[in-house]
């Protein structure tokens, strides 16, 4: 089935520790995607990528890294500078055209104690 | 830059009431329109989907949404729900301009009285 897998579900970490997130896509689409959401905020976009080995800021990148090395994969890490990592975690991916939806993966809910 | 905003943070109504999410976006130009669900801890689902044309859209699980350039709007509605539409409602607006950004709105989450 295609789709976008998203790994962990849940994922604890301490504080101060990267971590990173997983996101693969087998869609073939060329972009990928990463939000965050928390309650009453909607979705937040952090970054997103059009091509492999491009990607850009959206409007909450601080604190987070990501790389596109291969047209399925689009990892988020996030890093001991985001201050409050606590979050749903929701990749997506679409065909990159402006007139396409874009699907979305299961989400990771990270937890910083 | 485009931006949405949904007024209503939460809907209560009656099982086999009629419903109407509200949506409004700012865009200088004709924009892209979304309707996304989602369930508790899951991702998002798309219910339909404006780019041109007709400007009522029929989606699924029995929504449709309007468009409505004059007013700036894009309300979802259903004419009878059911519980199972209990969930969070996403309008979204993606740019003409911008192949890849699509922003969100703060969601409206619906409740169903039985």
């Known amino acids: 089935d295609g789709g976008i897998t998203q790994s962990p579900k849940y994922l604890f970490r301490k504080e101060g520790q990267n971590v990173t997130l997983s996101c693969e896509q087998n869609l073939n689409h060329d972009a990928m995607y990463w939000y965050r959401q928390d309650p009453g905020q909607g979705l937040r976009l952090i970054y997103y990528?059009?091509?492999?080995?491009?990607?850009q800021k959206g409007d909450i990148a601080e604190g987070y890294s990501v790389s596109r090395e291969k047209k399925e994969s689009f990892p988020l890490t996030v890093t001991s500078a985001q201050k409050n990592p606590t979050a749903f975690y929701l990749c997506?991916?679409?065909?990159?055209?402006?007139?396409?939806?874009?699907?979305f993966g299961q989400g990771t809910r990270l937890t910083v104690v | 830059a485009q931006s949405v905003t949904q007024p209503d943070i939460h809907i209560t109504v009656s099982e086999g009431a009629s419903l109407e999410l509200r949506c409004n976006y700012s865009y200088g130009a004709t924009p892209y329109l979304f309707w996304y669900v989602q369930s508790p801890g899951q991702g998002l689902q798309l219910l339909l989907k404006?780019?041109?044309?007709?400007?009522l859209v029929q989606g699924i699980k029995g929504f449709e949404a309007e468009f409505k350039r004059s007013q700036s709007s894009f309300n979802l509605r259903k004419p009878s729900v059911h519980w199972s539409d209990a969930a969070e409602y996403f309008c979204?607006?993606?740019?003409?301009?911008?192949?890849?950004?699509?922003?969100f709105g703060s969601g409206t989450r619906l409740s169903i009285r039985p």
């Open positions: 990528s059009q091509i492999v080995n491009d990607f």
């Open positions: 404006y780019f041109s044309g007709d400007t």
């Open positions: 979204a607006v993606g740019a003409r301009s911008s192949a890849s950004k699509i922003i």
């Open positions: 997506a991916s679409s065909r990159g055209t402006a007139n396409t939806e874009a699907f």
